[in-house]
């Protein structure tokens, strides 16, 4: 069983003396459904899943009164097996954005509190079914994500003090070893390659066979592209499927802005905008807004028409350049414009996992440009990333600045300091 961060989030939770439902979102085969019926099975006595793609007659119970003896009674007639027993049983709703009164009782079962909801939806299509009455300060929203690079880790076998010893070297005062170095810049290519869905680690730890991981990969790219046409609005199927295929053409040119012209000819906001929302909102996609000023707090300086995408897995983003690319991504032989792409990509996964907000830096007329601006202490943190090691003009002019008190170059050089600026390898940003 791979290991993930969200059980320590649902352990804290079910230690609480008055507990509100988790409902969990993330996007499609992220692992929601496996995890939170291992959780289940390791905490309760008895669990009572009902998923309502699967079980769609379950929408009628949810259609008359709400009320926990009413519910209780007719899940019980249409599942006799469901053992509800107080203090011991963990109900989940998987799938939850199909029966939105399902969300609405919510309220009933944490205010009874003698059974245990956890509810999960995929991100696509949950904020576009009407719920009658979304149950506010009964919930208890968590993002799940793809595997992050620590989990990563985690699956590889590689153990918490080899993690937490490279924790401590954020500050950049001592560098690395060399031969952890190395190895955690062979691990990060993998990652790249492999990326965090589940399905995928999984074939990877058993196979160690880079065609299965990219077979895996194309399958559920097929997968997505399926959701799209089932989930969206008829409107933005296709435009949001062309907008999703554009990602890897957007990101290899050598502005990173996402451009309506790339996704089609003359194409324009006005026309493309929902599709981008919808994706993003699905959580099939990443933005990270460009600012007019790089100071605190960022939100106050966004551009929201000027933005770039990611997608929320880079395995996924490196399976759409095909198999060759990944072959010279592992043996670090990859050349040309879309490596910086890929490395940013790459960068964006880890901040995003993190729970970061993306933002960025892109001087008007200027080639400034800092691909990430992180937050911290109440200021501004400019991050510059180098696939490989390189000079950092953006990042020295923008440390001249005094209210800016350190900045970070990722690279693949290994950990120091220089004045104001701090260079990492670029496995850290995991850590940031």
């Not at 010893?165 to 170095?181: Q, R, V, Y």
């Not at 040119?253 to 599709?275: C, D, I, L």
């Not at 699905?282 to 990611?310: C, H, W």
């Amino acid at each position: 069983m791979l290991q993930r961060k969200i059980w320590e989030k649902l352990a804290h939770w079910k230690n609480k003396p008055k507990r509100e439902c988790p409902i969990i979102h993330g996007v499609r085969q992220c692992g929601k459904t496996y995890i939170i019926r291992q959780f289940g099975m390791a905490a309760y006595q008895s669990v009572i899943e009902i998923n309502f793609i699967e079980k769609p007659e379950m929408l009628r119970v949810f259609s008359g009164n709400l009320d926990v003896r009413t519910l209780t009674q007719g899940i019980s007639l249409l599942m006799p097996e469901a053992k509800f027993i107080p203090e011991k049983t963990l109900i989940f709703f998987d799938e939850i954005q199909e029966c939105p009164n399902a969300r609405t009782s919510l309220k009933f079962w944490a205010e009874d509190g003698r059974f245990d909801v956890i509810a999960s939806g995929s991100l696509l299509g949950m904020t576009y079914k009407d719920t009658f009455s979304v149950p506010v300060g009964y919930e208890l929203p968590l993002d799940m994500y793809p595997l992050d690079f620590t989990e990563f880790l985690w699956a590889l076998g590689i153990d918490d003090e080899v993690i937490n010893n490279l924790k401590s070297c954020c500050s950049g005062e001592n560098p690395i070893p060399e031969h952890i170095h190395a190895a955690m810049m062979k691990y990060l290519r993998e990652y790249m390659v492999v990326g965090g869905m589940p399905e995928v680690v999984n074939t990877y730890l058993d196979t160690r066979n880079f065609h299965s991981v990219h077979n895996v990969q194309e399958k559920i790219l097929r997968d997505y592209q399926d959701d799209i046409a089932k989930y969206a609005d008829n409107s933005d199927r296709i435009k949001a499927r062309t907008c999703y295929l554009s990602i890897p053409r957007q990101l290899t040119k050598e502005n990173h802005k996402f451009q309506y012209s790339v996704v089609e000819k003359k194409g324009t906001a006005r026309k493309f905008e929902s599709s981008i929302n919808w994706l993003r909102e699905a959580g099939m996609i990443i933005n990270s807004i460009n600012v007019s000023t790089p100071e605190f707090p960022l939100m106050a300086y966004e551009k929201p028409d000027q933005f770039r995408v990611y997608l929320s897995d880079i395995g996924l983003f490196c399976a759409m350049f095909g198999f060759q690319m990944k072959e010279a991504l592992l043996n670090d032989t990859l050349e040309g414009s879309a490596k910086g792409g890929l490395y940013e990509s790459l960068i964006a996964d880890m901040l995003y996992k993190q729970h970061e907000n993306l933002h960025y830096y892109k001087k008007d007329n200027s080639s400034l440009e800092i691909e990430f601006l992180l937050e911290r202490d109440a200021s501004v943190v400019p991050v510059e990333v180098k696939a490989n090691r390189g000079t950092t003009k953006s990042l020295n002019e923008l440390l001249k600045k005094e209210q800016i008190r350190k900045g970070i170059k990722l690279s693949s050089q290994n950990a120091g300091i220089a004045g104001k600026k701090i260079s990492l390898p670029l496995y850290m940003a995991a850590f940031l």
